[in-house]
């Protein structure tokens, strides 16, 4: 135990004695845990985003005026028999403006134009959800092959692309991030790697005669495999007290951005607080402590 507590009171005088070192230690230590949780927040927003317009993915059918409910239904149970649907929802003629209405009701020039009309211009529909969006393109091939009479028009807007694409440009933001992250993370080990080599230098006398009255090799380095550790925990402490107001400044945009959809990055966080930020610590502690153990192996010369 006294031992504990000497290596504890060595290794926060070598922080100490080099407080603006340690500080810029530190400082590297934090940029590359914000990169990190940086990347982890795009990584997250961008999955929500392709949930959301996957739960978006429809084809419609518009129907006839004349389309009697036998026939509606009869092709209703044909599309259902397809592979990869979901659901497949009849919108009747009311159904349809209503929600036209619904969506334009802050819009007078369009609620003013149907006054004018006097009659319903919308058709019925069928509104087809595909089950797996990665094979949407066969259900749309199937759906233009599908021959009905009561079949007015097809409308196969292309949201599957519309994934793809935010795919591709995840995976890119994602490359870029990982690069960012391992250019921080080799600044951060050779940055460690130096602080322990200026304190080895600094604590070159007190090495020296903890040789010669015997102290054990691993008492000798314990102070500046501590000194790391104690860095990465403080740049965990910083990077949780800097991180969590940016997701709380960030959260009304995606508020925004999902309406209707219950997305919060601040929870996803503190329910993954421990595995986040706990794997980060024993990452950057065994790092830190590698790159201290080089050092004190080629400068310390015991």
Do not use: C
């Not at 504890?8 to 914000?34: G, P």
């Not at 009869?74 to 929600?99: C, F, M, P, T, W």
């Amino acid at each position: 135990m006294n031992n504990f507590f000497r290596v504890l009171k060595f290794s926060a005088q070598d922080i100490a004695r080099n407080i603006w070192l340690s500080a810029a230690t530190i400082t590297i230590l934090v940029l590359t845990l914000f990169s990190i949780n940086t990347m982890l927040t795009v990584r997250v927003i961008s999955d929500n985003a392709i949930s959301v317009i996957k739960d978006k993915v429809d084809f419609s059918l518009y129907l006839k005026n004349e389309a009697r409910e036998d026939e509606v239904l009869a092709l209703k149970n044909r599309i259902e028999g397809l592979g990869n649907v979901k659901s497949v929802e009849y919108i009747s003629k009311q159904q349809a403006l209503q929600k036209f209405r619904d969506k334009n009701q802050n819009n007078q020039q369009v609620i003013e134009a149907l006054r004018e009309l006097g009659k319903n211009p919308l058709s019925p529909s069928l509104i087809i959800s595909p089950s797996d969006t990665a094979q949407a393109p066969q259900l749309v091939e199937s759906l233009k092959r599908l021959d009905s009479d009561i079949i007015e028009s097809r409308n196969f807007s292309d949201n599957a692309a519309i994934t793809k694409k935010i795919d591709y440009i995840t995976n890119k933001i994602n490359e870029a991030g990982l690069f960012v992250i391992i250019i921080f993370s080799l600044t951060s080990l050779l940055v460690i790697y130096n602080t322990i080599k200026v304190a080895i230098y600094t604590h070159r006398r007190e090495i020296e005669i903890m040789r010669l009255v015997g102290a054990s090799r691993s008492f000798i380095i314990a102070p500046f495999l501590v000194s790391a550790i104690i860095y990465s925990l403080i740049a965990i402490l910083v990077i949780t007290s800097i991180f969590f107001p940016f997701l709380s400044l960030l959260q009304p945009y995606l508020e925004v951005f999902f309406t209707g959809y219950n997305i919060n990055i601040v929870y996803y966080f503190i329910n993954n607080f421990w595995v986040i930020f706990g794997i980060e610590f024993l990452a950057f502690s065994a790092a830190a402590s590698i790159a201290s153990s080089l050092a004190v192996r080629k400068y310390s010369k015991i």
